[in-house]
């Protein structure tokens, strides 16, 4: 009942990648088939990084995990998927449901498809969808000209880039860029920003399809600062990052952890934290936020961003 105004959307879609998504995937699993996770792809470290590295795939860590959020009620199938291969030989470090989705995929058409056939034999019934079906890296545009190739090197670099863009550039998945088009509710975050939530955004027909929604869009801010390069960002420049790779101003409100609420134009505090772990959200928490944003009626003028962010 108490979250009635979120019950109302018909189309509700999340977008990131990491734990981030996963916990707001999780928070709102309470829509069931009318909620859509947009993941991200392009991680390149641990057991994701050694499979792309070796069958030349899309990165499965991001959508493993948020199959294992949404995963409530715990079973065999459930915590195989989670399985992760200790000792010293070539399996150590793998996570067995990478592992899994890496297979279904070669017996696939389409990784999406590996993906529906996990959320069936896990009850799922939330819509997971990789941004792309095609392997692909994030690159960073270093201010002298150099560029800085994959998430792990981009998270480790000394300076913040001037740009951020995909090599080779891919398709965006069909089905995530309908989802996003029809959406009534789209939210942004919380993630890593170069890393999780910007990489989605890099595709050239899902921008074009975001610049189209009608949707309102909520971004949710970290906890805490990055300890990377996007740390050094405010969250202005991050919505503006935004904004210029997507082409236009989408994003209506930005959710902030606070000990009192406020509500601004544009950015909103609320308290967020979890108080047994302060470095999650606490999903009772966030649901009151967003519900208490989507509540407010008075309308938006979007405020128009000077341009920070560049294609490469």
Request: charged letters at 20%.
């Amino acid at each position: 009942m108490q979250h009635l105004m979120l019950n109302q959307f018909e189309r509700v879609v999340a977008i990131g990648g990491g734990h981030g998504l996963g916990r707001v995937l999780s928070s709102l699993d309470f829509l069931g088939s009318r909620l859509t996770g947009i993941v991200a792809t392009t991680d390149n470290g641990g057991s994701t990084g050694r499979l792309r590295a070796e069958q030349d795939c899309i990165a499965w860590g991001d959508l493993r995990n948020c199959l294992s959020h949404l995963a409530n009620r715990p079973s065999v199938g459930s915590q195989l998927f989670e399985y992760r291969f200790q000792g010293e030989t070539e399996l150590s470090g793998h996570n067995l449901g990478n592992l899994i989705l890496l297979a279904l995929d070669q017996l696939c058409v389409r990784p999406l498809e590996a993906v529906n056939l996990i959320r069936n034999l896990l009850k799922i019934e939330t819509q997971l969808i990789p941004m792309s079906e095609q392997p692909t890296h994030l690159v960073a545009l270093q201010a002298c000209g150099s560029k800085v190739f994959g998430e792990i090197n981009v998270d480790s670099m000394d300076e913040a880039p001037i740009a951020l863009c995909l090599e080779p550039q891919v398709d965006a998945t069909f089905e995530a860029c309908e989802a996003v088009r029809h959406a009534d509710l789209i939210i942004l975050g919380p993630g890593s920003f170069l890393t999780s939530i910007m990489p989605p955004l890099l595709l050239p027909k899902f921008a074009k399809s975001l610049a189209a929604t009608k949707a309102q869009v909520i971004f949710i801010d970290n906890l805490a600062e990055e300890a990377s390069p996007a740390g050094r960002f405010s969250i202005e420049q991050r919505i503006a990052w935004c904004h210029q790779v997507i082409g236009k101003p989408i994003i209506h409100k930005v959710l902030r952890h606070g000990e009192q609420t406020r509500l601004g134009p544009l950015i909103n505090y609320f308290p967020l934290k979890n108080r047994h772990n302060p470095n999650l959200h606490d999903q009772a928490n966030l649901l009151d936020a967003l519900s208490a944003l989507l509540r407010i009626k008075s309308e938006l003028t979007l405020q128009s961003q000077e341009p920070l962010a560049l294609s490469c």
